[in-house]
């Protein structure tokens, strides 16, 4: 199994460093950050306030609830765009979802029953070809990153209602493929995972922040 994994790995670092799991990516010279949300159905409840209704929202992860992938297939959005891959590796299930209110009132009564995990990993919301959020290990401590097109009152109030707190920073969320080959040239030769350990495990897996 850890040959299997092993050369599996390798095979998607080599695809994503080509160039495959590339999509649109937050563009904007700034990005708003917002940290503190950790609540999934409020995230959801006050999503409306932050993003237009008709945006396209996009789920990613593995071995997500039965019931949650036939929630997303049933609800799958027909104008999806590509959208950066996160994940690494395993391959991931990817999701492009219609935003709706009845959309949204499935996503808070599943995650009210299933534990985030089981029914997505990352999250990410996009419209009109632009990207407007990423939410990578969402929920789980990390931060919200926004595009600095969505106004500052929209960030203020969806904040305050979630009792987080937000601020703007320049957007260094790009994706490095020299990181892959040099992720990749790790894998090739074992005496650099030993040196490098603690700096290579959680970034090889999960490639963001």
């Given amino acids: 199994m850890a ?9 998607q670092l080599r695809a994503m460093a080509a160039g495959r799991g590339d999509g649109i990516d937050l ?22 306030a932050l993003i237009p209704g008709d945006s396209t929202l996009y789920f990613e992860g593995c071995d997500l609830n039965p019931e949650v992938t036939r ?5 799958r959005a027909t104008d999806a765009v590509c959208v950066m891959r996160d994940t690494i590796f395993p391959v991931p299930d990817v999701f492009h979802v219609a935003m709706s209110p009845a959309v949204i009132e499935g996503l808070i009564d599943m995650l009210s029953r299933h534990p985030v995990a ?4 990352h999250a990410k919301a996009y419209r009109e070809g ?11 401590g990390s931060y919200l990153y926004l595009s600095d097109r969505i106004p500052e009152d929209n960030i203020r109030a969806f904040s305050s209602s979630l009792s987080a707190t937000y601020r703007r920073e320049p957007n260094v969320n790009k994706r490095d493929p020299e990181q892959l080959r040099q992720f990749l040239r790790m894998l090739e030769n074992p005496h650099m995972l030993r040196v490098n ?11 963001k922040r």
Avoid at 39 to 48: E, G, K, T, V
Avoid at 118 to 121: G, I, R, V
Avoid at 197 to 207: C, D, I, M, R, V
């Fill in 118 to 121: 089981a029914s997505l990993y």
């Fill in 27 to 48: 563009d904007s010279m700034d990005c708003w950050v917002i940290e503190g949300l950790k609540d999934a159905p409020a995230f959801f409840r006050q999503l409306n």
């Fill in 71 to 75: 929630f997303y297939e049933k609800n």
């Fill in 197 to 207: 350990w603690p700096w290579w495990k959680k970034a090889l897996l999960f490639w």
């Fill in 130 to 140: 632009k990207l407007l959020f990423t939410f990578h290990d969402a929920f789980d």
């Fill in 3 to 11: 040959i299997i994994y092993s050369e599996g790995l390798k095979e």
